[in-house]
T-cell receptor
Framework: GQNIDQPTEMTATEGAIVQINCTYQ??????LFWYQQHAGEAPTFLSY????GLEEKGRFSSFLSRSKGYSYLLLKELQMKDSASYLC?????????FGAGTTVTVRA | GAVVSQHPSWVICKSGTSVKIECRSL??????MFWYRQFPKQSLMLMAT?????????EQGVEKDKFLINHASLTLSTLTVTSAHPEDSSFYIC????????????FGQGTRLTVV
C-alpha cells in the first residue's frame, strides 16, 4: 500500500504564502497530484508532477523530489476562496492513493 | 479537459434497501473508472477499480457482494450499495481515466448517500 503524510491543518492570512508538505512511500511511482476540495464537493485538479523540480501555475506551484519522497504545494497571494482541503495524491500501478488532506483556513 | 457526470448528487434511503449510483464519461471513452468513498473530514479511500468488460478489482476490506460494480460500456460504470445500513452513509465519488496508464483522473461531482 501507500503511505502518504501531510499536515492536518494550516492557517494563514489573506495575501500571505502557505506551503503544504507531503511525504510519501510507495512502489511503482507514476506521479503525484495535488487537488483542491471544498466541503461536499469533488476534488478539482491543481497540479501534476512526475519529474523532479518545480511546476508553476499562476498562484499555485508544486515541487517534487522523487529521491526524498517529498512534494510541496505552494499557495501565493492567498485569497479567502482558497480556504479548502488540499489533497496530495500519488499514482502507482495506475491507481491513485490520497493523503488525508490539509485543511487550509485563510483569515482576513 | 474531460467531463464525468455522476448521478444522483444526493440520495436518502431506508436501511435494508439498495441504491445505484451512476458514473458517466460524457465526452471521452473511459477504459478505467475508480470508485472512492469519503467519510467526513477524511480523505478519499479507493474502493474498487472498474475496467470495461471485466470484473472490478476491489481494495482490501471492501465487500464485493455489498458494493456491486458494473462497467458495461466505455462511458458508464455503476455502483450499487446493496442492503444499505446507516454506516454506509458517506460521500461516494467516481473518477475516470481515458486509458490504462493514463495518469490524469477526472472526477464526478460525488454522491452524498444517507441511510436512515
Amino acid at each position: 500500500g501507500q503511505n502518504i503524510d501531510q499536515p492536518t491543518e494550516m492557517t494563514a492570512t489573506e495575501g500571505a504564502i502557505v506551503q503544504i508538505n507531503c511525504t510519501y512511500q510507495t512502489s511503482g511511482f507514476n506521479g503525484l497530484f495535488w487537488y483542491q476540495q471544498h466541503a461536499g464537493e469533488a476534488p478539482t485538479f491543481l497540479s501534476y508532477n512526475v519529474l523532479d523540480g518545480l511546476e508553476e501555475k499562476g498562484r499555485f506551484s508544486s515541487f517534487l523530489s522523487r529521491s526524498k519522497g517529498y512534494s510541496y504545494l505552494l499557495l501565493k497571494e492567498l485569497q479567502m476562496k482558497d480556504s479548502a482541503s488540499y489533497l496530495c495524491a500519488v499514482i502507482s500501478d495506475y491507481k491513485l492513493s490520497f493523503g488525508a488532506g490539509t485543511t487550509v483556513t485563510v483569515r482576513a | 479537459g474531460a467531463v464525468v457526470s455522476q448521478h444522483p448528487s444526493w440520495v436518502i434511503c431506508k436501511s435494508g434497501t439498495s441504491v445505484k449510483i451512476e458514473c458517466r464519461s460524457l465526452d471521452f471513452q473511459a477504459t478505467t473508472m475508480f470508485w472512492y468513498r469519503q467519510f467526513p473530514k477524511q480523505s478519499l479511500m479507493l474502493m474498487a477499480t472498474s475496467n470495461e468488460g471485466s470484473k472490478a478489482t476491489y481494495e482490501q476490506g471492501v465487500e464485493k457482494d455489498k458494493f456491486l460494480i458494473n462497467h458495461a460500456s466505455l462511458t458508464l460504470s455503476t455502483l450499487t450499495v446493496t442492503s444499505a445500513h446507516p454506516e454506509d452513509s458517506s460521500f461516494y465519488i467516481c473518477s475516470a481515466s481515458k486509458g490504462i496508464g493514463d495518469t490524469e483522473a477526472f472526477f464526478g461531482q460525488g454522491t452524498r448517500l444517507t441511510v436512515v
